[in-house]
Structure formats: structure tokens, C-alpha cells
């Protein structure tokens, strides 16, 4: 297959990296005087939307842009211009080299070999760094902006090559300046949720915590925390199952760490982790000797991800080249296989399960909060 390159604004693309029901994700490149060039990520407004769903959606994206142009942290992905090409807004962010969490993790499974649990706790104790951040940020008046990221899961956390940890993806982020103001709908992966968020109830940063909770217990564990075939029995093991300790899969797991986990997966958000903050401190102190240095984490991705380290760069070189050569022209390229850590797929609003009557709803079609859900951890599918 080709694809064929365009201008996007100061931007050409030569990638598609991904399509989801509000917006199209690209690899683009920036060019600049004296053979300056920029690898970044674009993601633009859908060009086929309905004029509703185009308005709808529009909204949306510029929620996120609006949102995304106010965070700068190391552990999240850096968003370099909001702009507009032929009346369709777009997103310019850093380009990523590396891997997604959901893919380290499967690469994991296939070895036989598990994420060392100094490895997984580094992940975490950076992506909290990260939720910290967001959660504490405040506007120009110094009035808290409220963010709550609510899709914190192995799909939007990115390791890169040089052993960065970066949290991605905050368009289904609440925060008091977007316009989010639909009642009775749930944001976020089944999996991956706290009990209120799967309830419809107010959020606060805790659901953030509950979420880095399960990312820890499963990336220690080895599986799901909540194994289950549709996202119905999901949110029934959530909301009434008893939550696994991690030492039942994992006996030989410091105990300080299966403390860390069940404090952070605590139903009642009063008995949880305050802060990502103070969840981090927990992880720094259960690390102690044993923490995990960045090039650790970049040795452990480099030498897992090397054949595709290779072939992608090849190929971005190569398209790169080409773009050169053609002097701004359109130009055919083949198509590359990029990892990207920006899933293109947009959550679909579903509406506020009634917990009651979930236990008889199980064999009932549910639909997933988002158009896939790669089961990442765990061969157990979630639909």
C-alpha cells in the first residue's frame, strides 16, 4: 500500500499513524531554514464528518487542544501548535520514538519473561509524576483548573528509546475549561476505571490514582486485575467483586508494594491515595536502592524493540529523503509502520450503567467506551 503525502499548514505529512470516529493522527515533518527539519505528530479534525458531528467533534478537539497547550512536563507529551488548514483544525505534538505500554507489555508475555518489577514501578512512579502535574495546574488567576485525565491505562502511557516515561492522550480529560457537559456518560476504558467513574458519580483526581493502581498491580502481576470477555462483566467485577491482592498471584512481591496497591485500588476514594503525589512517594520509598535508572529503562526497550527500532527508522528516514527531494510536492510513499502513542480512537459516549441491574445485564450486547480495547495484558478480551 501508498501513501500519499500532503501540506498540513507548515507541516507535510508522510505517515498515516491511525483513524478514529473524530480525528485522523499523522506523522508529518517541519522544515525550516538551513536544512532544519522536525519529526512531530498531527491530529486533524476528520475531513468526512456530518456537519453535526463535525461541529460536535470540533468542540471536542479544541477542548483538548486548549487543554494540551497548557501542559508542559517531562513525563507528558509536549504540544507544540494548535492550528487551522482549510477550516479544519489540527494538533501538532512531539513525535515519540518508542512503544507504547500495551505493546512493552505483550513483547513481555511473548518472552516468557516479565517486567522486572523495578522496571514497572519506575513506569509508574513517572506517569504519577506526570497526573501530579496535571491535577495541581492552575489558571493565569491562579484558580485550579480541575484535570482529571480519566484514561489512564497502558494504551496512553509511551516509553521511548531514551527511557522517558510520558502520559499521552488527555482528549477525554476533564478540566474547567473545556466545554464537557454530557450528564450521564462514561469516559474512559472499562478496564481501567474507579468505581465512581464507572457509576456516572463526580470525579476528582482519585479516579487518576485508582487507574495508576491497576496499571501497577497488572504490570507487577504479569495479568488482568479484572479478567472478563465483555465490558458489562468488567464493570461487574469493579463494582462487586472483591479486588485480587496482589500477592495471591504474586507471592514473592515486597510487601511495602502490595501495601502501594491496595491503598491506590481502595473502593471508597477516602481510604485511596490523596494525591498521585503521595502515591509516587510511597513507590520512591519501596524503590529505595532497587529504583530503576532511565537508562535502564532504555537499555530494557532498545534491546526488546530492536528489530522494529530498525525498520521504523529506515523507513521515516527514507520517507523523509524522499520529501526533500521532492521540494514540498506531493509525492507517493509507501506506507510505514510507525508505533504511535496517540491512540486515534476517540472514546464513544456510553451511557451510566444503573449498578443494580448490571449482575443481569451480563448477557446483554454492552457497547465498549471506546472503539477497541487491546487486551494488552492478558490474552482475555474485552470488547
Given at each position: 500500500?501508498?501513501?500519499?503525502?500532503?501540506?498540513?499548514?507548515?507541516?507535510?505529512?508522510?505517515?498515516?499513524?491511525?483513524?478514529?470516529?473524530?480525528?485522523?493522527?499523522?506523522?508529518?515533518v517541519r522544515r525550516g531554514p538551513v536544512g532544519f527539519t522536525k519529526l512531530v505528530v498531527v491530529k486533524r479534525l476528520r475531513a468526512d464528518?456530518?456537519?453535526?458531528?463535525?461541529?460536535?467533534?470540533?468542540?471536542?478537539?479544541?477542548?483538548?487542544?486548549?487543554?494540551?497547550?497548557?501542559?508542559?512536563?517531562?513525563?507528558?507529551?509536549?504540544?507544540?501548535?494548535?492550528?487551522?488548514?482549510?477550516?479544519?483544525?489540527?494538533?501538532?505534538?512531539?513525535?515519540?520514538?518508542?512503544?507504547?505500554?500495551?505493546?512493552?507489555?505483550?513483547?513481555?508475555?511473548?518472552?516468557?519473561?516479565?517486567?522486572?518489577?523495578?522496571?514497572?514501578?519506575?513506569?509508574?512512579?513517572?506517569?504519577?509524576?506526570?497526573?501530579?502535574?496535571?491535577?495541581?495546574?492552575?489558571?493565569?488567576?491562579?484558580?485550579?483548573?480541575?484535570?482529571?485525565?480519566?484514561?489512564?491505562?497502558?494504551?496512553?502511557?509511551?516509553?521511548?528509546?531514551?527511557?522517558?516515561?510520558?502520559?499521552?492522550?488527555?482528549?477525554?480529560?476533564?478540566?474547567?475549561?473545556?466545554?464537557?457537559?454530557?450528564?450521564?456518560?462514561?469516559?474512559?476504558?472499562?478496564?481501567?476505571?474507579?468505581?465512581?467513574?464507572?457509576?456516572?458519580?463526580?470525579?476528582?483526581?482519585?479516579?487518576?490514582?485508582?487507574?495508576?493502581?491497576?496499571?501497577?498491580?497488572?504490570?507487577?502481576?504479569?495479568?488482568?486485575?479484572?479478567?472478563?470477555?465483555?465490558?458489562?462483566?468488567?464493570?461487574?467485577?469493579?463494582?462487586?467483586?472483591?479486588?485480587?491482592?496482589?500477592?495471591?498471584?504474586?507471592?514473592?512481591?515486597?510487601?511495602?508494594?502490595?501495601?502501594?496497591?491496595?491503598?491506590?485500588?481502595?473502593?471508597?476514594?477516602?481510604?485511596?491515595?490523596?494525591?498521585?503525589?503521595?502515591?509516587?512517594?510511597?513507590?520512591?520509598?519501596?524503590?529505595?536502592?532497587?529504583?530503576?535508572?532511565?537508562?535502564?529503562?532504555?537499555?530494557?526497550?532498545?534491546?526488546?524493540?530492536?528489530?522494529?527500532?530498525?525498520?521504523?527508522?529506515?523507513?521515516?528516514?527514507?520517507?523523509?529523503?524522499?520529501?526533500?527531494?521532492?521540494?514540498?510536492?506531493?509525492?507517493?510513499?509507501?506506507?510505514?509502520?510507525?508505533?504511535?502513542?496517540?491512540?486515534?480512537?476517540?472514546?464513544?459516549?456510553?451511557?451510566?450503567?444503573?449498578?443494580?441491574?448490571?449482575?443481569?445485564?451480563?448477557?446483554?450486547?454492552?457497547?465498549?467506551?471506546?472503539?477497541?480495547?487491546?487486551?494488552?495484558?492478558?490474552?482475555?478480551?474485552?470488547?
Amino acid at each position: 500500500m501508498s501513501f500519499t503525502s500532503f501540506a498540513l499548514g507548515e507541516y507535510q505529512v508522510i505517515a498515516s499513524l491511525g483513524r478514529g470516529g473524530m480525528a485522523d493522527v499523522f506523522l508529518a515533518v517541519r522544515r525550516g531554514p538551513v536544512g532544519f527539519t522536525k519529526l512531530v505528530v498531527v491530529k486533524r479534525l476528520r475531513a468526512d464528518l456530518s456537519e453535526q458531528e463535525s461541529t460536535r467533534y470540533r468542540e471536542l478537539l479544541l477542548d483538548e487542544a486548549r487543554l494540551a497547550a497548557r501542559l508542559h512536563h517531562p513525563n507528558i507529551v509536549q504540544t507544540f501548535e494548535v492550528g487551522e488548514h482549510d477550516g479544519q483544525p489540527f494538533i501538532a505534538m512531539e513525535y515519540l520514538d518508542g512503544q507504547p505500554l500495551h505493546r512493552v507489555v505483550l513483547a513481555a508475555n511473548r518472552s516468557l519473561a516479565p517486567l522486572a518489577t523495578g522496571l514497572a514501578l519506575r513506569v509508574v512512579a513517572e506517569v504519577l509524576a506526570g497526573l501530579h502535574y496535571a491535577h495541581e495546574l492552575a489558571d493565569y488567576d491562579g484558580r485550579p483548573l480541575g484535570i482529571v485525565h480519566r484514561d489512564v491505562s497502558p494504551q496512553n502511557v509511551f516509553w521511548t528509546y531514551e527511557g522517558e516515561i510520558k502520559l499521552v492522550d488527555f482528549g477525554v480529560a476533564k478540566a474547567s475549561l473545556g466545554t464537557d457537559t454530557e450528564v450521564g456518560v462514561i469516559k474512559g476504558k472499562a478496564s481501567y476505571m474507579a468505581p465512581e467513574q464507572a457509576r456516572g458519580a463526580p470525579l476528582d483526581r482519585r479516579v487518576d490514582v485508582f487507574a495508576a493502581g491497576i496499571v501497577l498491580w497488572e504490570l507487577v502481576a504479569g495479568r488482568r486485575l479484572f479478567r472478563a470477555d465483555t465490558t458489562a462483566q468488567s464493570l461487574q467485577k469493579l463494582l462487586f467483586e472483591p479486588v485480587p491482592e496482589l500477592d495471591s498471584v504474586r507471592p514473592d512481591v515486597d510487601p511495602a508494594i502490595c501495601r502501594i496497591c491496595a491503598t491506590a485500588l481502595q473502593r471508597d476514594p477516602d481510604l485511596r491515595y490523596a494525591t498521585a503525589a503521595e502515591m509516587r512517594a510511597a513507590i520512591e520509598q519501596a524503590l529505595s536502592e532497587k529504583a530503576a535508572r532511565r537508562d535502564e529503562l532504555a537499555a530494557y526497550l532498545q534491546s526488546t524493540f530492536r528489530s522494529e527500532r530498525t525498520e521504523s527508522s529506515a523507513q521515516v528516514s527514507a520517507a523523509m529523503e524522499r520529501i526533500r527531494q521532492s521540494d514540498g510536492e506531493a509525492v507517493s510513499l509507501r506506507s510505514l509502520r510507525i508505533p504511535s502513542g496517540w491512540p486515534a480512537s476517540e472514546p464513544t459516549p456510553t451511557p451510566t450503567p444503573s449498578p443494580p441491574r448490571l449482575a443481569d445485564s451480563l448477557s446483554a450486547p454492552q457497547h465498549a467506551t471506546r472503539r477497541s480495547e487491546p487486551s494488552g495484558i492478558s490474552p482475555a478480551r474485552v470488547s
